[in-house]
Nanobody, 121 residues
Framework: QVQLVESGGGLVQTGDSLRLSCAASGRTLAMGWFRQAPGKEREFVAGISWSGGNTDYADSAKGRFTISRDNAKYTVYLQMNSLKPEDTAVYYC?????????????????WGQGTQVTVSS
């Protein structure tokens, strides 16, 4: 069992940056960030392989968001730049039992409680 705790969310203005962190209770394999806006389904944002050598992004995140990890600290990060109001959502990190990335939610076995990101216009 892996516990995940997200942090770093907050209220920012359009164009600002935020860095989300996801601290795991132990070693993790592939990791992902998802988000859920009010009234919408949870969606994939970014994923990273166990080694950090492979990453994947949703089209909405490409060029603005960067996922990274520090395996020595059991932590995954999501650097978000040029934030837009449509990025407003609860952001969740998730851990897989496999080493490769997937955009599918059912690929991930463990989930954090989420951190709120609000971008004002």
């Amino acid at each position: 069992q892996v516990q995940l705790v997200e942090s770093g969310g907050g209220l920012v203005q359009t164009g600002d940056s935020l860095r989300l962190s996801c601290a795991a209770s132990g070693r993790t394999l592939a990791m992902g960030w998802f988000r859920q806006a009010p009234g919408k389904e949870r969606e994939f944002v970014a994923g990273i392989s166990w080694s950090g050598g492979n990453t994947d992004y949703a089209d909405s995140a490409k060029g603005r968001f960067t996922i990274s990890r520090d395996n020595a600290k059991y932590t995954v990060y999501l650097q978000m730049n040029s934030l837009k109001p449509e990025d407003t959502a609860v952001y969740y990190c998730a851990a897989s039992r496999l080493t490769t990335i997937s955009q599918a939610m059912n690929f991930y076995a463990y989930w954090g409680q989420g951190t709120q990101v609000t971008v004002s216009s």
